[in-house]
């Protein structure tokens, strides 16, 4: 017999969505036009100026040293940008010793479960919730502590709902607005609302995920950073280019955190990973300090993406969707779908519901069971308003061929 694996990851569930996508790259292999509205990447490609920024910075002689170690925590240009585009978006300005650029701000996360949760220790969580969140904690021996909510507070906790979980061993609160998986975004007064309890209930630090922050489009994000100046001492937040400039495998993200927390990262990422990748860092800072009408244009393609998708998700008999504030998700009820027929046996999960989607419309998407909210399913609009309507069309019509 082998030696056993580290107990630690007996907790700790597979990535569903990884699942969901070999199964749809399975079909594809077979020659199926497979409608990818499970993937959580824009279409679309990086600003040109980002890719002849990398090119430029690889030319022979361009940046002496560039591919060479950068300090762990990323090249000073970058931290700078990132600070600017702090104060640019949020209002207020942190110290590049407060930055970490990270391979993603997946890996943010990560590096900050590492250095802040331990056994004993509670994580609260809204759900529905992105998979890695309670998967970190878990890892780390600590216990995610979920909140649940419903469609309608629109997938958004009240100042009720979280009071009532923060206590004692709350070492953290993780929020991501907008959300993924349900495309919510708490506006200002909503957000300070949380704030408060927050600040007056709880002693744990406040995490907020706004890797979304550039993709909200009924009213401008805010930054519980920019509403509790007060308590900057605990809050830290979390974003990357993934998303806003369609980055997502050049894997650059960063934390912003309070200086001891940044030293602890520090540490963390110089004994793992290091540096980002040096090129990368290079075409972040190019992002970040280029123009950004293409962010723009990208953000008006979801907003216009939102309603094709929505729209046409209500036209299914069998499903509701509601309008998401953020993001590029559309999280549609499902459970309407429940009782058709599928292999031989009447529809009983949200993860038949997506099984079904994939074998009868050959659409790609995610249970949400797998983001703590079964009877849903999360549709991404990162693809063409031709093939939001084509494969919701595909979905109409494998519902109306199931119902006989
Ligand atoms: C809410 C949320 N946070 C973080 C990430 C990770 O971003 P990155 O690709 O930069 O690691 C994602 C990616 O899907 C996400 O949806």
């Known amino acids: 017999m082998p030696l056993s694996l580290a107990k630690r990851l007996d907790v700790v569930q597979p990535s569903v969505t990884l699942a969901m996508n070999a199964r749809a790259a399975e079909l594809r292999a077979t020659g ?17 100026f980002v890719l002849e920024a990398a ?5 022979p002689g361009a940046k002496p040293g560039v ?30 010793s ?34 890695s969140y309670p998967e970190q904690v878990k890892m780390f021996g600590a216990e ?24 004692p061993k709350t070492k953290a609160v ?68 993934s998303k806003s400039y369609a980055m997502t495998g050049w894997r650059i993200g960063w934390s912003i955190a309070p200086e001891r927390i940044a030293k602890a990262l ?45 729209d046409a998700l209500n036209t299914v008999p069998g499903i509701t969707c509601r309008r998401p504030e953020g993001a590029f998700y559309a999280f549609a009820d499902c459970r309407g779908l429940y009782g058709l027929p599928y292999k031989g046996k009447p529809i009983a999960t949200d993860e038949e519901v997506a099984f079904f989607l994939l074998d009868e419309a050959h659409v790609a998407a995610v249970p949400g069971g797998a983001f703590g909210a079964p009877g849903y399913v999360r549709f991404s609009y990162a693809t063409s308003p031709e093939r939001i309507v084509a494969g919701v069309a595909s979905i109409k019509a494998a519902v109306a061929r199931a119902r006989g």
């Open 98 to 131: 407060q930055v970490t650029v990270t391979v993603g701000a997946k890996h943010a996360l990560f590096n900050l479960a590492l250095a802040l949760y331990e056994p004993g220790d509670e994580v609260v969580i809204p759900a529905p919730y992105w998979v």
């Open 174 to 241: 993780i929020l991501c607005t907008p959300s993924n998986p349900t495309g919510s975004a708490y506006d200002e007064s909503e957000l300070r609302a949380l704030v408060e309890v927050w600040k007056t209930k709880s002693e744990a630090y406040l995490i907020v995920d706004e890797i979304y922050a550039d993709l909200v489009y009924d009213f401008p994000h805010v930054s519980a950073a920019t509403l509790a100046p007060d308590a900057r001492d605990r809050i830290i937040i979390v974003d990357g280019v």
């Open 32 to 48: 199926v036009d497979v409608f990818a509205f499970g993937v959580g990447e824009p279409d679309f490609d990086p600003p040109s």
């Open 144 to 167: 995610p502590v979920p909140v649940p909510t419903t469609e309608a507070t629109g997938f958004k906790m009240t100042p009720d709902s979280f009071a009532k979980v923060l206590g």
């Open 266 to 310: 520090d540490t963390v990422q110089g004994q793992s990973t290091t540096n980002a990748t040096a090129i990368a860092q290079q075409a972040a800072l190019a992002a970040l300090t280029g123009p950004q009408d293409e962010v723009a244009a990208m953000r008006d393609a979801f907003m216009k993406r939102r309603s094709v998708m929505v």
């Open 55 to 59: 090119r430029n910075a690889l030319a």
């Open 67 to 96: 591919s060479k170690y950068t300090a762990v925590t990323g090249i000073p240009a970058l931290k700078e940008a990132i600070c600017k585009k702090t104060a640019h978006a949020r209002g207020w300005t942190p110290k590049p």
